[in-house]
């Protein structure tokens, strides 16, 4: 007997939940981590910092970076941080209205080095895409405008 489907499409068979979008990705950093992680992701990406004074209050655990106004990527430091390894985790895809050549541009200009660059398929299609790797070893694929580059 095959196992039933928990999550589906309504696309596919009219069943199902409705998932929308990704809400957030919880990902831990260093207990230290929070001035490496404000220079990269706000000083060099440009996303905006949220809920930073709660985290420094000790209200919450985490701090948040703002990629859309419907996703988040909380970052929760923690004592016990171990870098990720290539077996548990491998990268998390933001998609960017820029084409390629402006995703270069700026990532150089901010002094990011880019890891490498495909065309990989993703949620929405294939689109030219970047890879950087932030100070605390996450892989953030970059992904551009599909119709630059």
Known sequence: MAAAQIFT???????????????????????????????????????????????????????????????????????????????????VAIEFAHGIDELRDRLDAAGVEIDRQLEPLGATGVAPAVYVTDPFGYTLELKAAPDDG
């Open 9 to 91: 499409t309504r696309g596919r068979d009219g069943a199902g939940m409705d998932a929308t979008a990704i809400d957030h990705v919880n990902l831990r950093i260093p207990a230290d981590g929070l001035d490496a992680a404000v220079g990269f992701y706000r000083d060099a990406l440009g996303f905006d910092i949220e809920n930073r004074d709660l985290y420094e209050s000790g209200d919450k655990p985490f701090f948040s970076v703002r990629l859309t106004p419907a996703s988040v990527i909380h970052l929760r430091p923690a004592e016990n941080f171990e870098p990720p390894a290539e077996t548990a985790f491998d990268h």
